[in-house]
């Protein structure tokens, strides 16, 4: 399948070349040398040498740094949902988009824990830039989305991806990854774009393309981390959209969002799968509404379900009581947790600009206001 080259995971068949090519990086040393801390190098470079495999390469060596990473920078990670999943079945999973690594590593680990098939899961091509990095992501079993594209180069790229995901899921029984709009949430304002759902129908042939999402299993997966650890990073861009000027990344800015993203302070992590939306998505087949009302229809039904699945926690509550100027949810955090938190903000942000405060605050407040949004809308239907 060489039009898949540019941007799938490497086969089995190429995973040890692939080690070795970067087995001796700096990088890779300073990973395991995390992961492993009681081990020696000879021992790890020695067990890597001798992978052939994604998932041996995935189990051995990654899961135990995503197992490391929560015990260094988190309170833990709680999951709900997943015994409603079926081993040895592909699933699509649709979730918020909160950290560039994480999202998707936590929810592997749990996969895995679990008994269930793990994902290829896609991946901006702008954060693997490096070629270490582009290996590596491979290794894991990313597969690449390319960015930066206009006209013909982005349909085409699109395509591509489509079909691969498609090819993933309903030939190989593989599930797949992929956040429910392009690039993370800035603002913790979750929303489903419909350009991402209009993508995955591309590979879909004859007159009917929302008849996919028919044939695959859908799972909307909600992320919530009690503290993100990159909302401070993410203020230039919300501040930028606030005055309405165009935001441009400095040149390191995704590096180091990776790298926050993985070693900040996060405190609590909830995975909750919300689901399989085949009886949602069979309603909207039926319906004589054309392919764009169809995916906006099935957009809200996943903004619903990872709304109503998001797990609140003490800093959303607080974040909305500071926001609104009450104390509408005093109820759900102590007085201590209200401290550390605003000590946090303080630590964080000029308190003096109302504008950095707002944004900040409404970071982690939008979830609750989604929140409230999906409950609202289940009481009406």
Known sequence: MLKFDAIRPFYDAEANSAIREIVDDPMMDAMMSFTFPNDTKEHWKDLMLHTHSLRDFQINFIYPGVKKVLEKSSDGLSIGGF??????????????????????????????????????SAIGDNLIKQPFLYTLSRLNRNF???RGLQGRALLESSQIASAYIKKSLLKENRSVWTAQREGRTKDGNDATHRGVLKMLTLSEEGKNPFGYFEKIKVVPISIS???????????????????????????NEDFLNLLRGIMGTKKRIHIQVNGVLDEEIAEI??????????????A??????IWSGYKLWPSNYIAHDLLYGNEEYASFYTEEEKNAYEKRLKSKVDTS????VKNFLSMYANPVNNQKESLKSDVET
């Open 144 to 146: 690449a989305i390319k």
């Open 225 to 251: 981390y009690e503290y993100d650890p990159t909302d401070i990073l993410k203020m230039p861009e919300l501040l930028a959209k606030s005055r309405d000027e165009k935001y441009v990344k400095s040149e």
């Open 300 to 305: 809200s039904v996943i903004d619903q379900k």
């Open 353 to 356: 600009n109302d504008l950095m």
């Open 285 to 298: 087949a039926k319906s004589e509404s054309n392919l764009s009302d169809k995916l906006s229809q099935l």
């Open 83 to 120: 015994e409603n999943l079926e081993p040895n079945t592909a699933y699509l999973f649709i979730s918020n988009h909160r950290d560039i690594i994480l999202d998707t590593s936590l929810l592997n680990a749990s996969l895995y824990e679990n008994g269930l098939v793990l994902t290829t």
